[in-house]
């Protein structure tokens, strides 16, 4: 058995997998470990499966784009169905404060090249059928933007690295890393040790229990989300939908939903009063509160049939932007942590940059992206980016 590779990637989820296909890609000898019985396990297959480059943050905006020149042309360029589903997001609007935000946040996004444009009430309600007409104001869309099956992309990165060389080992947890004058040398597991000499820490919610093992402190503390999915309906919804009305009883911030590619309708909120920590179990408020903002933005939907719910993490950042960059203090380490709930959009994007730090020992972002995700920073929470 092959005990010795030139970069191990911890951790087989949204970043981790497309990290080691890139890697792998480029010639290096690469391992994948992760903890869980098969990639995307974690916190990836939670995730509902947006994807789009439509932010306020530069990196996000710039790791995003890559993501979507990817995923879009997946299918053309390795054969494999991953769910694209093209469609845009739409972003609706009933407060005059909220097109004020969005309006604003529109000439940085166009100084990225972003498709997205303001529309008004009678486009949005063309663009969402059956949006309720009372009040709304118009919204942003973004056309380019689109969804992807969170089951499908994980094993289609696996394989595309596997391919180029690509090693994985599950049901196997990580439980040292040895260090050396300064740099890393070794990976060591409860099945045996790996030597190396780069590690990329990948591992999500779990990233802080990395840091304490490597002996550096990784500011990222895991927030629990509920999400669910509905039986198949017939086809009426192309986009996937931001809504951004305060929640019934001032519960939930954000709902997002879309139709995805088997027509089952999938969503989830962000709830007004964060739950800490790693509690999966779902709540009995989650669906009551949902169906009623639902059923609320578009009548037509009271009678969708909810097959499942569940709860996945958000590995948040003090300031809500990743972190993807070398740490200085240890030579041969990445981390490409804290992806703060989007690391399915950002993870083949941000797998790009993973490459470019490992083998270039530098980013391939510009200086104003890099800085926002650079590990050592300035984590001010007044900069949290106004569309997380």
Not at 202 to 215: M, Q
Not at 243 to 264: C, L, V
Request: aromatic residues 8%; contains cysteine; glycine residues 12%.
């Amino acid at each position: 058995m092959t005990t010795s590779f030139d970069a191990i990637v911890v951790g087989g989820g949204s970043v981790g997998v497309p990290a080691a296909y890139n890697l792998a890609q480029q010639g290096l000898r690469v391992l994948v470990i992760d903890r869980r019985a098969a990639v995307g396990q974690g916190d990836n297959k939670a995730a509902i499966g947006g994807i789009r480059a439509t932010h306020s943050d530069p990196a996000k905006i710039i790791l995003c784009s890559r993501s979507l020149e990817q995923m879009s042309s997946w299918k053309e360029t390795h054969g494999v169905d991953v769910g694209w589903k093209p469609g845009g997001y739409a972003f609706p609007v009933y407060d005059a404060g909220f097109e004020k935000t969005l309006k604003a946040l529109l000439p940085i996004q166009k100084s990225y090249q972003l498709d997205i444009d303001w529309v008004d009430a009678d486009t949005m309600a063309d663009i969402i059928p059956g949006i309720t007409r009372e009040g709304l104001r118009g919204g942003t869309f973004s056309p380019n933007d689109g969804q992807l099956s969170p089951l499908k992309v994980p094993t289609a990165f696996m394989r595309a690295a596997m391919a180029c060389g690509a090693q994985f080992r599950f049901n196997e947890r990580v439980v040292a890393y040895e260090q050396q004058g300064g740099r890393i040398r070794a990976v060591v597991t409860d099945q045996g040790r790996y030597e190396t000499a780069h590690v990329v820490i990948a591992t999500g919610s779990d990233a802080a229990e990395d840091g304490e093992a490597l002996g550096i402190q990784i500011p990222v503390v895991p927030e629990a989300h509920e999400g669910g999915i509905t039986a198949p309906v017939a086809h009426f919804l192309n986009p996937l939908v931001v809504d951004m009305r305060p929640g019934p009883e001032g519960k939930t911030a954000n709902f997002y939903f879309g139709q995805n590619a088997e027509g089952q309708i999938i969503f989830c909120y962000t709830p007004k009063e964060l739950f800490i920590g790693q509690d999966r179990e779902s709540s009995s408020e989650f669906l009551p509160i949902l169906a009623q903002r639902m059923i609320s933005l578009i009548p037509k939907m009271q009678n969708l049939l909810v097959r499942r719910v569940w709860r996945g993490c958000y590995p948040m950042t003090p300031d809500g932007v990743p972190i993807v960059d070398n740490v200085l203090e240890i030579e041969g380490l990445t981390l490409a942590v804290g992806m703060c709930g989007q690391g399915f959009m950002l993870g083949p994007g941000v797998g790009e940059e993973v490459a470019s730090l490992v083998l270039n020992g530098q980013t391939s972002l510009s200086e104003e992206a890099h800085q926002r995700i650079r590990y050592n920073r300035d984590y001010d929470t007044s900069s949290v980016e106004a569309l997380k």
